[in-house]
């Protein structure tokens, strides 16, 4: 595959316009908003012309992001990414790597998550035939294996022929947008602050894609906050998101 | 004659218009209630637009437009492409466009209303696109719904809840309902209207003078 062509498998993959079910998802995002850990916004309204200048929140959802990005993504997810990756002509090996980010992953939440945006990831794949997709899938469906998605995203991009490094940008980006997405839709920011925080973000994601990904067994996943507040999540009152 | 204009303190730069945002489900009173806030703004000498949001027709547009109430060039319809919510939350560019360019060819507008395709109890509108915004529910949709909190109720800045003339025909415990929407709103501002005959819309002109037209005499 050229590096074009590559680049442009990329781009499809990472629009939030690619079904894969990641707009439920908040990654605790919800609950630290609820309760009040992403800074608060004044309950007077400002006068007019005051667009856009009420309290603005996007130092927070920026330092979230990045939280999420770093000890999450970087550390583990792209772990078992760049693994499945490599393993993507082989079965046993990606369903060892599933087995450990079902085992590795501690919050029933985050693991619940992992495995239907994967699951809803592969199922858009098998519907449009990519190579790999269906037989991945008669293992979930049969319970053998979970289908966590840096799993799913290392086989699928693979065996559609994108490039090692593209398909971490892939997953890197549209893990940025997912999370900023979701700000907006709680009210959190405005679509241009949201758009400065993915901008903000970038030199960082570049700087964590220099390094090489670490080897499964190396992987580790520390956000205790986000955690929590998504193991909380279910007992809260009001839930737009799945997590 | 030139010497008294001259000691007049001179008029400051108009500061441009204030939006407002009205949204709420189908069919709660969301251009009933432009209709009757549009004579009573400008019975007050406010400088009016509104742009509509409709689903898939310009009926609200032009019912606005048709009314006789307003210039009808100072009515735009803005397309959503299905995406009501959108269109005033992750993507309100349109919206933000179509409100300069009325704002460039009406000079001295002080209000811009926003009326939202009708959407569901989530949609909630931007702050980058409003100064301001109206959630609009109606006793007929069930006295649930200020109950239910969802994100509109919540976190509008006045919740109106329409069509209180229809309680008695749609089983509605009015008392319970004004109780249990004071309680979601927890002390921010909620006012009920029967739009089809103008009861209460006064408060509701007031609220907005109150909030974004301030600076106005
Ligand atoms: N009885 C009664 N009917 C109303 C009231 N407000 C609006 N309506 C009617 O409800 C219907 C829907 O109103 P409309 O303004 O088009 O709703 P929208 O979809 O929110 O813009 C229309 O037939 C209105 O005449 C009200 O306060 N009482
Ligand atoms: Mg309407």
Redesign the pocket.
């Known amino acids: 595959m050229s590096p074009l062509g590559s680049s442009l498998l990329a781009l499809q993959q990472a629009d939030s316009f690619f079904p894969g079910g990641a707009v439920a998802w908040s990654w605790g995002l919800e609950t630290l908003v609820a309760d009040a850990h992403l800074g608060t916004s004044p309950i007077t309204t400002i006068g007019r012309r005051q667009r856009g200048l009420r309290h603005d929140r996007s130092e927070e959802v920026r330092a979230f992001v990045e939280g999420q990005l770093r000890h999450r993504w970087n550390s583990f997810d792209r772990a078992f990414l760049d693994a499945a990756w490599q393993a993507a002509d082989d079965l046993q090996s990606l369903m060892l790597l599933d087995a450990q980010v079902e085992a590795l992953t501690l919050a029933e939440e985050l693991r619940q998550g992992s495995r239907r945006v994967g699951q809803s990831l592969l199922g858009v794949h098998v519907a449009l035939g990519t190579p790999g997709a269906a037989p991945y899938q008669q293992n979930i469906l049969a319970g053998t294996t979970s289908g966590h998605l840096p799993v799913v995203q290392g086989l699928i991009w693979q065996k559609l022929g994108m490039h090692r490094d593209h398909c971490q940008l892939a997953a890197a980006h549209g893990l940025c947008t997912g999370l900023v997405s979701a700000a907006v839709r709680l009210g959190v920011m405005g679509h241009v602050d949201a758009q400065r925080v993915l901008t903000d973000i970038q030199p960082l994601l570049l700087e964590l894609l220099d390094e090489a990904p670490c080897a499964p067994d190396d992987a580790s996943g520390f956000t205790p906050m986000a955690e929590i507040a998504v193991m909380r999540h279910e007992t809260q009152n009001l839930r737009l998101f799945a997590n | 004659m030139s010497t008294a204009l001259n000691a007049l303190p001179l008029p400051q730069a108009h500061p441009g218009a204030a939006r407002v945002g009205i949204g ?12 009757q806030l549009i004579p009573r703004f400008i019975a007050r000498g406010i400088e009016l637009a509104i742009i509509t949001n409709d689903l898939a027709t310009r009926e ?1 547009a032009e019912r606005v437009q048709r009314s006789g109430l307003i210039d009808p060039q100072r009515v735009i319809p803005v397309e959503t492409g299905a995406c009501p919510h959108t269109a005033i939350r992750e993507d309100p560019t349109l919206n933000l466009q179509m409100a300069d360019a009325l704002e460039a060819r009406f000079k001295n507008l002080d209000l811009i209303l926003i ?1 939202s395709g ?1 959407d569901n109890l989530a949609s909630t509108f931007s702050l980058d696109l409003v100064d301001y915004w109206i959630f ?1 529910i ?1 006793v007929a949709g069930g006295d649930d719904i200020p109950r239910k909190r969802g994100p509109g109720v919540l976190s509008c800045d006045l919740l109106v809840v ?5 309680a008695p025909y749609v089983g509605v415990d009015l008392p319970r309902m004004r109780r249990e929407s004071a309680q979601a709103r927890d002390g921010r501002p909620v006012l009920f ?5 103008g009861d209460g819309v006064d408060a509701v002109v007031d609220a907005i003078s109150r909030a974004v037209l301030f600076d106005q005499p």
Request: proline share 4%.
């Open positions: 709420g489900p189908v069919g709660s009173g969301k251009t009933r209630l432009l209709e609200d009326e009708g609009v109606d329409n069509k209180y003339d229809l209207t029967n739009c089809a005959t």
